[in-house]
């Protein structure tokens, strides 16, 4: 059972929302007459001139959206570059980075590293952390965001706020994120 359902916010804004449910196989029995878990779901998506944001608690459903090229609607789409992302949302103070090693991976060196603190640049070794890039960030981001971190992982075109107070909120919180996205201002390129 899926229901839809869609609304003009603002003269260049559309919320639209999908909610539906699935039904699971429990894990601790099997066979045909094996107890169902029903699950509920939403999917969010605000809209702003060209811009498409698609929230889904399914974390799967995300990846998926992501990754499906074989509707002709979701082939129109495509991801909004890094440095656009980095532009809008990377300020600030940074409190947790995800590192990823580009060197090749040996025994006294880890290929991947998350730091995490009041802020970690200044904890990055300028020759050791030398061979890693950063995958993803959680950051004060921009002052306008009322969100008090935001979480960018720019090579997904994948952002996070965290929790929304209540459904305002969440769309006053979506709102500005594209507005910020929309046009980052004169920042220079530094992630």
């Known amino acids: 059972m899926a ?3 869609a609304r003009r916010i603002d003269k260049d804004e559309l919320l639209g929302w999908l909610h539906y449910n699935r039904k699971v196989g429990v894990r601790w029995a099997t066979g045909p007459a ?7 779901h939403l999917v969010v998506m605000v809209s702003r001139s060209a811009l498409l944001t698609v929230v889904a608690n399914d974390k799967s459903l995300a990846s998926r959206l992501a990754r499906s090229g074989s509707t002709k609607e979701w082939s129109k ?15 600030g103070k940074t409190r947790t980075l ?3 090693g580009i060197h090749r991976s040996v025994a006294i060196k880890p290929d991947s590293k998350v730091l995490i603190g009041q802020d970690v640049e200044a904890s990055l070794d300028a020759l050791g952390d030398q061979t890693y890039q ?17 979480g ?7 952002v996070w706020l965290g929790p929304s107070a209540d459904w305002e909120v969440f769309i006053a919180n979506s709102q ?3 507005r910020l996205v929309e046009s980052p201002g004169k920042k220079k390129d530094q992630p």
């Open 176 to 178: 500005e994120l594209l």
């Open 134 to 150: 950063y995958t993803s960030t959680r950051c004060e981001g921009p002052t306008d965001l009322p969100a008090s971190f935001v």
């Open 152 to 158: 960018v992982t720019p090579r997904m075109a994948k």
């Open 3 to 5: 229901k839809a359902d």
């Open 98 to 100: 995800w590192l990823s």
């Open 34 to 40: 094996a107890p169902k878990d029903l699950e509920n």
């Open 77 to 91: 789409l495509k991801r909004l570059e890094s440095r656009q992302l980095e532009k809008a949302l990377v300020a």
